[in-house]
């Protein structure tokens, strides 16, 4: 990863890290003052999220370190171990939130204060500004630990929002329903679950080395295909550490060709690629004769 990848990433996790910080004694506040205990199960999320996104700081700054003699491919393998950790914190809340609501909801209930309801637009409104943040300085560039820390801040919104429709129906149907306060808290234990879900799916993919990347395969495939010394490339694997990819191909070259004019067409292949794919870490290229008559490998 260059430096400024490597600071356009840690900076956005420190915003989010910041920004729970705030929110932590802003819920924690308006819950204990509102009487709403949708509010202090966000203030437990948010503190969480803080947490982890602590953690997520000072693990990329290892991370994101270039490769030296012990680590060749860099180290970039932490950063869906650390996107495992995020994973870890979203089940924790979701369990804690899940167990403190059921409990509560065994308990007499009281209507939330009706400022509570103001104190969560604004929450839900930060926290989707926050989740669009990070979520495009993941896709810029090409983190699965930011996109796991910008839908950590996605569900943090989603909590809120069930907590501003459960304290919003318990105002309009009266007293009586004081406990979709409590309801609304476990709902988003629930969506905290799913979206752990989907975090650890995408870094579990990433580690295994799935093969995931067939858009950026096939614009590799493109690009070999518009040079004229290559005549075909059966294999094309493609790994993703941390930020950075890691392509290996099989490229097919005139059996005639010298080593020498073959070893330089295929770095003439690989500087187009790097050339086009920034985020492509290196290309390894094994060139083979092409057999005319079984157009296959000889």
Known sequence: MNRTSNSTTKSAVLFGLFSNLALIAIKAV?????????????????????LSSLFLWLGLRYAQRPPDENHPYGHGRLEPLL??????????????????????????????????????????????????????????????????????????????????????????????FAWLDEAAAMISALILVLNAYRIFRKAFSEIMDEDVYQPLANRILEIGQGLPFIMGIPTCRIRKLGTRYYVDLHIWVDPTMSVAQSHAHAHALKDCIMADQPHIQDVLIHVEPYDKERNTHS
């Open 30 to 50: 308006a819950g204990i003052l509102g009487n709403s205990f949708a509010l202090l199960a966000d203030a437990v999320e948010s503190a969480t999220d803080a």
């Open 83 to 176: 996107t495992f950790l995020v994973v870890a914190f979203l089940l924790g809340s979701a369990l804690s939130i899940g167990i403190q609501g059921y409990f509560n909801l065994k308990k007499p209930q009281t209507l939330p204060e009706p400022f509570t309801l103001l104190v969560l637009v604004g929450i839900i409104a930060w926290k989707e500004i926050t989740f669009h943040y990070i979520r495009l300085k993941a896709k810029k560039h090409h983190s699965s630990v930011l996109q796991a820390e910008a839908w950590h801040h996605r569900s943090d919104a989603l909590s809120s929002l069930f907590a501003l429709v459960g304290i919003g129906l318990a105002w309009i149907l009266g007293s009586d």
